[in-house]
Nanobody
Framework: QVQLVESGGGSVQAGGSLRLSCAVSRDRYMYTTTYMGWFRQAPGKERGAVASIDRDGFTTYAESVKGRFTISQDNAKNTLYLQMDSLKPEDTAMYFC??????????????????WGRGTQVTVSS
């Protein structure tokens, strides 16, 4: 099993920055995750992809966040990060960390992930 705990959410004005963290813990029988990602869900909307990274460091981003958000991982600390700059009101959402131990590469496909955190709220005011 893999447990994911997000942190770092909060309220910020448009143009500001936040860094989200996702602490990853896995039981002794779990070798590793193959790829991880960030997703977000605004009230009344479906959950959508933000960014993904795999074990080789390959990354992919949703068009709406390219050039503003950066996904990274610290394997020594078992932590996934999402640096969010130039935030906009439309970035307001609950942000979820996700992981997979399946064969594959970084992907924005929601159904490719089999572990999910509970989320952290990000609110951007204009």
């Amino acid at each position: 099993q893999v447990q994911l705990v997000e942190s770092g959410g909060g309220s910020v004005q448009a143009g500001g920055s936040l860094r989200l963290s996702c602490a990853v813990s896995r039981d002794r029988y779990m070798y590793t995750t193959t790829y991880m990602g960030w997703f977000r869900q605004a009230p009344g909307k479906e959950r959508g992809a933000v960014a993904s990274i795999d074990r080789d460091g390959f990354t992919t981003y949703a068009e709406s966040v390219k050039g503003r958000f950066t996904i990274s991982q610290d394997n020594a600390k078992n932590t996934l990060y999402l640096q969010m700059d130039s935030l906009k009101p439309e970035d307001t959402a609950m942000y979820f960390c996700a992981a997979a131990n399946l064969v594959g590469r970084a992907t924005l496909r929601l159904s490719a992930y089999n572990y999910w955190g509970r989320g952290t709220q990000v609110t951007v005011s204009s």
